[in-house]
């Protein structure tokens, strides 16, 4: 099955750190860019990151700059979400999604369920 | 930053009436690389079309996508019961990749 399962949310205190996991299945996860979409509760989508297929370029929002970094493990299918200096407004459900990097498909086709990253003290 | 604003706020209609969703971006959107996602309460978002009107795998043609440059519209023709919930309008041609607000359907 053709999947994305996200992991390793949680509640943390503000100022403390936590990594998501998005684990990949049913398909060539190397050829696919990769990114982060979170929602906080109740409200819209938020872009947070993307990294590139073999892992050698990301980009952020301005507002996660400098505290999150992005990386991925082709061998595992595997992409990692490290958080670090986290605030209240940090607080939402964090999806992984896939893009296919061929021009013309750089939209979001697959999205996994998520995981609740919650900061608070 | 491209950003993208969707009215309106929430849309209050019958099973079987036309429901029509605008997303309007501040500058435009080259090579129409606009999709619109749907998310049922409790749900994760599901792709509805790319391209401004593409439809994406198991689309059912009651959904449909108009529009380009700025101005994009998200039309379902016979409103059903399940298609209850927000609808987001995204944009992907530059970073940060930006999101509108949603439009909410009550049915």
């Known amino acids: 099955e053709v999947q994305l399962v996200e992991s390793g949310g949680g509640l943390v205190q503000p100022g403390g750190s936590l990594r998501l996991s998005c684990a990949a299945s049913g398909f060539s996860f190397s050829t696919y860019y990769m990114h982060w979409v979170r929602q906080a509760p109740g409200e819209g989508l938020m872009w947070v990151s993307r990294?590139?297929?073999?892992?050698?370029?990301?980009i952020f929002a301005d507002s996660v700059k400098d505290r999150f970094t992005v990386s991925r493990d082709n061998e595992k299918s595997t992409m990692y979400l490290q958080m670090n200096s986290l605030r209240v407004e940090d607080t939402g459900v964090y999806y992984c999604?896939?893009?296919?990097?061929?021009?013309?498909?750089?939209?979001?086709?697959?999205w996994g369920r998520g995981t609740l990253v919650t900061v608070s003290s | 930053e491209i950003v993208l604003t969707q009215s309106p706020g929430t849309l209050s209609l019958s099973p079987g009436e036309r429901a029509t969703l605008s997303c309007r971006a501040s500058q435009s959107v080259n090579y129409n690389y606009l999709a619109w996602f749907q998310q049922k309460p409790g749900q994760t978002p599901r792709l509805l079309i790319y391209?401004?009107?593409s439809r994406a795998t198991g689309i059912p043609d009651r959904f449909s996508g108009s529009g380009s440059g700025t101005d994009f519209t998200l039309t379902i023709s016979r409103l059903e019961p399940e298609d209850l919930a927000v609808y987001y309008c995204q944009q992907y041609v530059t970073a940060p990749l930006t999101f509108g607000q949603g439009t909410k359907v009550e049915i």
């Open positions: 999604a896939r893009v296919d990097p061929r021009p013309g498909a750089w939209y979001f086709d697959l």
């Open positions: 391209g401004a009107s």
């Open positions: 990294i590139n297929s073999d892992g050698g370029h990301t």
